[in-house]
């Protein structure tokens, strides 16, 4: 795999630099499901911070292999990773710059690559890393206002913006509830054709929507329905219920779905 060949030159590389701890491998290279799709998540552990220091961190980048592209990572909310393009072969690898201190605090436990003094398998060992997990108090504190807007827009005639909207409530709602329900790691829409039983994968289906007013309403009410079942399976009693808010939410949507023009 090219993923695995770019890694052994890295590593290489690192071994006799004195400013690096450690390097290790996250994503899909934790799970043994690296395929030809599959980027590679690289975490440089280094002793002095890099993160911020656009020029070091793109020297680090350059010296990998041949750097087409790079970015750093403030759209995801990670301003420590830089996003990479490589080409020869043609690559993508994201680098996460940390020092040892930040390596506490994670996610998921990487593959060790490389190891100087066994500094990060002291951390592994010491440490739990916790996977970040939606509140169900702040979805529903969220939702229903959320269903009034995407009404709102679909009302005006703004679809593309209301199919973003179902899009966004797929991706931070439906999918990852869909995936604590089944006992799995809530990682948005990652993975969930392959993941998730076909009856919870064909709901999921189920609130996607054309570019048709009558469509985005059929996959907004789904969501709903959606949702309620989840909350029913998965919210525990101390979870305050949006009861006001929902039922105006739902009064507005159908509101607007009376408005909507009649289907030939």
């Known amino acids: 795999m090219i993923q695995q060949d770019f890694a052994d030159k890295v590593t290489?590389?690192?071994?006799?630099?004195?400013?690096?701890i450690g390097l290790a491998a996250a994503g899909s290279w934790i799970t043994n499901e690296i395929d030809i799709?599959?980027?590679l998540d690289l975490v440089l552990i280094t002793k002095e911070k890099v993160a911020g220091q656009r020029q070091q961190m793109m020297d680090y980048a350059q010296s990998f292999g041949q750097l087409l592209s790079a970015f750093t990572g403030e759209h995801v909310g990670e301003p420590r990773l830089l996003i990479c393009l490589y080409d020869n072969p043609l690559l993508h690898v994201d680098i996460k710059f940390l020092t040892l201190p930040e390596f506490h605090e994670r996610v998921e436990n990487p593959v060790l690559l490389l190891d100087?003094?066994?500094?990060?398998?002291?951390v592994?060992?010491?440490t739990?890393?916790?996977?970040?997990?939606?509140?169900?108090q702040w979805l529903e504190d969220r939702f229903w206002t959320w269903v009034h807007y995407i009404s709102g827009k679909i009302g005006r005639g703004e679809y593309f913006e209301a199919l973003d909207g179902?899009?966004?409530?797929?991706?931070?709602?439906?999918s990852p509830l869909l995936q604590i329900k089944n006992g799995q790691q809530p990682r948005a829409l990652r993975k969930v054709e392959q993941t998730l039983p076909r009856k919870d994968l064909d709901n999921l289906v189920g609130t996607m929507a054309d570019y048709d007013p009558s469509s985005i309403?059929?996959?907004?009410k789904h969501s709903v329905r959606l949702y309620r079942y989840l909350r029913e399976q998965l919210f525990t009693a101390d979870i305050v219920l949006q009861a006001a808010t929902e039922k105006r939410s739902l009064e507005y949507l159908q509101e607007i779905c009376a408005q909507l023009p009649a289907e030939d």
Do not use: C, E, H
Request: overall charge negative; hydrophobic content about 45%.
């Open 12 to 20: 290489a590389l690192l071994k006799n630099d004195d400013r690096v």
């Open 37 to 39: 799709f599959s980027d």
């Open 116 to 122: 100087k003094d066994q500094q990060l398998s002291g």
């Open 124 to 126: 592994i060992d010491s």
């Open 128 to 136: 739990t890393a916790v996977w970040p997990a939606p509140g169900y």
């Open 166 to 174: 179902l899009g966004f409530i797929r991706a931070r709602v439906l």
């Open 217 to 220: 309403m059929d996959a907004l």
